[in-house]
């Protein structure tokens, strides 16, 4: 399986939050009213605050009660990468500095990037000299347009190296 490690400095994501139950296959529709908050307007709005990688709209899961049962419960986070701190009007998740493990996921949505969801936790978490540091998990995507066969997207997951 192929990944990069980035260590990243401490951001936040600016956006919206919304708590949801945590769904391991098909579209989780909890995410929509979520969805329906970024109009054009608020992403020129969050525009000026995406100064971190990954750069664009990014989703990000948090304070999960189970990471490895479905319907359990996890913070949803919809927003930017972001050096501040603060932004009305808007939810701040502080992400505190860590090494990343990023792993890029190609093909039909959301098929494809559940796949490499499960191959992560699966395979290469087993395999890997690293350990997850229980901080947030983002998902970058390239297009907002899911419906495309080459769909692309990161996943991004903190991790600390198992000595």
């Not at 990944?3 to 939050?17: A, L």
Request: proline letters at 4%; one cysteine or more; glycine letters at 8%.
């Amino acid at each position: 399986m192929e990944y990069r490690i980035v260590h990243k400095r401490g951001f936040s994501i600016i956006g919206f939050k919304k708590r949801i139950t945590l769904q391991f296959e098909g579209v989780n529709h909890q995410i929509d009213s979520l969805n329906a908050l970024l109009t054009d307007e608020i992403r020129k709005q969050l525009v000026p605050y995406n100064d971190k990688e990954p750069k664009g709209i990014i989703s990000v899961s948090a304070d999960f009660s189970d990471r490895t049962k479905e319907g359990s419960y996890i913070n949803q986070y919809l927003g930017v990468a972001s050096s501040r701190s603060s932004a009305s009007g808007f939810d701040i998740l502080e992400v505190p500095e860590s090494d990343w493990a990023v792993f890029s996921s190609c093909g039909p949505y959301p098929e494809a990037l559940q796949k490499t969801w499960a191959a992560i936790y699966s395979e290469w978490l087993g395999s890997s000299c690293y350990e997850l540091t229980g901080g947030p998990e983002i998902l970058w995507n390239k297009s907002d347009d899911a419906s495309k066969e080459d769909f692309l997207s990161e996943i991004w997951i903190p991790v600390r190296f198992r000595g």
